[in-house]
């Protein structure tokens, strides 16, 4: 069954019948945004960002009143300090949730391209079109501006979306939804319907078990969280378990290089799934780089935790355990372990990497060639910051999140990663018995691939 009215409430759960009603009008809108004219969505998410920014003063009232909920769940260890740090909204942030959609807006419109025209034969062709998903149920912790990046993902794909944030977040959450909702309300041709916020986790629930009716499912917090959704949907999930990401120092990096390199990874937003945990470094450089990038990573305050080879050229360091390589601190805890070579280096990533980001320094073009080929992650930098994995700093306006999946979208999804294709065959009467048998028509199989959008 693929649209809601398939599914009458009284064959649902009575958890899941309050949210068939939104599900439905989600999908109706869908139906209606899957064909709306780039300009129409192009305005929608210019009122939305103007309205983000005259709706300012309310929405860091109430991220206030979260952080202030938010310190005593810390207190309580119902929260954890990461997840703190990623609720805090101020107005520079706010600024850059903006300019991320109007980043958006600039953006070519995904839907309704050409990906494949083919004249199978005289008067038969093959068209391979863009489309949108349908409905998408993203749910999220802590990270209130997730909201305002799918959001603007999702109406310049002509996706609807039901968006569920923790509950940490909550006012948040419902002071952006209305912002965005009085922008969107000046634009009459964008049906009602097309974003929702859910409040509950009984709705969370519900939402989990609607397969058939939402398209995808697409998680955004801790490991624990996105294995909870793993195991609990047989929808479509979009989305990694783990941020468990690695720096490799070769024999051949510059040195002040990375430190630099290493300092930003980690320091520079500790509770990002794109900092490193892991600190791999070559044998060779390890005497001269370990006493510094020590001393510069503890003026951050970071704890570090080293093998043996690392601890008997810094005598004080944490000893690390087998747990460290495979622990995603998402804090100002980092492990550091001396490798004996580049096979080495990427031998431990591939055993402990959850293929989201890995990185090497190095000043030797075979070296990092083969890195970047051998390391198998969604990204795979040299001389860069992992920090650089985020959908707005590739130039996509914005993510709805990171995949680690094999298949694609892989890495910061953006709006190719929220469009599907159909199959469009034209024919005049074609019949395939005329292309079987010993007189059997010949194909022609003609590429006239163009990009000038829907016919």
Aim: glycine residues 8%.
């Amino acid at each position: 069954m693929s649209l809601a009215t398939d599914c009458p409430s009284s064959l649902a759960s009575a958890s899941e019948r309050p949210l068939l009603s939104q599900v439905q009008l989600a999908r109706a809108a869908a139906q209606h945004t899957a064909t709306l004219p780039t300009a129409i969505k192009n305005a929608a998410l210019e009122a939305m960002a103007t309205a983000l920014l005259e709706h300012q003063e309310s929405i860091l009232a109430a991220n206030r009143a979260d952080l202030e909920r938010a310190a005593e769940m810390v207190k309580a260890g119902e929260l954890s300090a990461s997840a703190y740090a990623r609720l805090k909204l101020d107005a520079h942030k706010l600024a850059d949730m903006v300019a991320g959609v109007r980043q958006v807006i600039r953006l070519g419109d995904p839907v309704g391209r050409a990906l494949l025209i083919r004249e199978l034969d005289e008067g038969l062709i093959l068209e391979r079109r863009t489309y949108p998903l349908g409905v998408l149920g993203v749910i999220f912790e802590s990270r209130p501006d997730a909201l305002v990046q799918i959001a603007a993902l999702a109406v310049k794909t002509g996706n609807s979306v039901l968006l569920k944030g923790g509950s940490e977040a909550l006012l948040s959450c419902q002071a952006l939804m209305a912002a965005i909702q009085a922008g969107l309300q000046q634009i009459p041709e964008f049906p009602q319907g097309s974003l929702q916020l859910l409040t509950s986790r009984a709705e969370v629930k519900a939402l989990l078990q609607l397969e058939g009716l939402v398209d995808l499912i697409i998680p955004r917090g801790s490991s624990s969280f996105v294995r909870y959704i793993l195991e609990n949907t047989r929808i479509p999930v979009l989305g990694h378990a783990d941020g468990l990401c690695h720096l490799y120092v070769d024999r051949a990096a510059d040195v002040d290089m990375a430190i630099k390199l290493t300092v930003d990874s980690k320091t520079q937003y500790p509770a990002a799934c794109n900092a490193i945990e892991t600190l791999l470094v070559h044998k060779a450089i390890a005497p001269h780089f370990l006493p510094l990038a020590v001393k510069a990573l503890r003026e951050k305050g970071v704890e570090l935790r080293g093998d043996p080879l690392c601890r008997e050229l810094v005598p004080d360091l944490i000893p690390a355990s087998e747990a460290d390589w495979s622990t995603e601190y998402a804090d100002l805890i980092l492990s550091i372990k001396v490798v004996g070579s580049l096979d080495e280096a990427i031998a431990h990533i591939q055993q402990y990497g959850s293929r989201h980001t890995e990185a090497i320094v190095t000043e030797d073009a075979a070296a990092a060639r083969r890195f970047l080929d051998e390391v198998d992650a969604a990204g795979v930098f040299h001389n860069a910051s992992t920090r650089f994995a985020d959908g707005f700093r590739y130039g996509f306006g914005a993510e709805v999140g990171i995949s680690t999946q094999k298949l694609p979208p892989r890495g910061p999804v953006g709006l190719e990663g929220l469009v599907t294709y159909r199959y469009q065959l034209r024919g005049q009467g074609h019949l395939v018995a005329d292309y079987t048998g010993p007189q059997a028509r010949p194909f022609q199989h003609r590429d006239r691939l163009n990009n000038t959008g829907l016919a």
